[in-house]
T-cell receptor, first 113, second 113 residues
Framework: DAEITQSPRHKITETGRQVTLACHQTWNHNNMFWYRQDLGHGLRLIHYSYGVQDTNKGEVSDGYSVSRSNTEDLPLTLESAASSQTSVYFC????????????FGEGSRLTVL | QQQVKQSPQSLIVQKGGISIINCAYENTAFDYFPWYQQFPGKGPALLIAIRPDVSEKKEGRFTISFNKSAKQFSLHIMDSQPGDSATYFCAASKGGNTGKLIFGQGTTLQVKP
């Protein structure tokens, strides 16, 4: 079955370290998204991509970057992790920007000490 | 202008009862309104969605009611079941985009047997 997988599922890191969260989907979806989920804020869009070599900033992009070198993967990098980036991160993909359902991965819980 | 406000934060309903979750928005450019359901440890999953050309959409026990003039929409869960216990998020987007979503804060629903 096609799916979307995130790794690692749990990570603890220290302030200032670079962290990369992986997202891999096997649906061949062009559109991929990264959201973070925090209590009281729901989910907020960090970055998104509509295809290979395309990346765009979302609502809360400061301190994060993404790259899209192929259709299947959209890794999220925290250049210098901060305690404010402690959160649960969700990757999602959709087949079409205007009619397709958004499919989420199971999340990556990141703790920055 | 970009916010979606969701209430209540938590809700307890008896089995067989009706669960009602409300959302309000300010941006009149929003034209796609989905509801996502999330179980603990899982990613959100699309439950039902509506576009502003209709005032109500029903799928099984789940109904979205949409009031364009009041800029409000709500989720009604009829005959609520313990298996419906989850966190529910409303969301909205512009241009009919199904991936670039502004989420509400979430409602944790507990259905008591």
């Amino acid at each position: 079955d096609a799916e979307i997988t995130q790794s690692p599922r749990h990570k603890i890191t220290e302030t200032g370290r670079q962290v990369t969260l992986a997202c891999h989907q096997t649906w061949n979806h062009n559109n991929m998204f990264w959201y973070r989920q925090d209590l009281g804020h729901g989910l907020r869009l960090i970055h998104y991509s509509y295809g290979v070599q395309d990346t765009n900033k979302g609502e809360v992009s400061d301190g994060y970057s993404v790259s899209r070198s192929n259709t299947e993967d959209l890794p999220l990098t925290l250049e210098s992790a901060a305690s404010s980036q402690t959160s649960v991160y969700f990757c999602a993909s959709s087949p079409d920007a205007y009619t397709g359902e958004l499919f989420f991965g199971e999340g990556s819980r990141l703790t920055v000490l | 202008q970009q916010q979606v406000k969701q209430s209540p934060q938590s809700l307890i309903v008896q089995k067989g009862g009706i669960s009602i979750i409300n959302c309000a928005y300010e941006n009149t450019a929003f034209d796609y309104f989905p509801w996502y359901q999330q179980f603990p440890g899982k990613g959100p999953a699309l439950l039902i969605a509506i576009r502003p050309d209709v005032s109500e959409k029903k799928e099984g026990r789940f109904t979205i009611s949409f009031n364009k003039s009041a800029k409000q929409f709500s989720l009604h869960i009829m005959d609520s079941q313990p298996g419906d216990s989850a966190t529910y998020f409303c969301a909205a987007s512009k241009g009919g985009n199904t991936g670039k979503l502004i989420f509400g804060q979430g409602t944790t629903l507990q259905v008591k047997p």
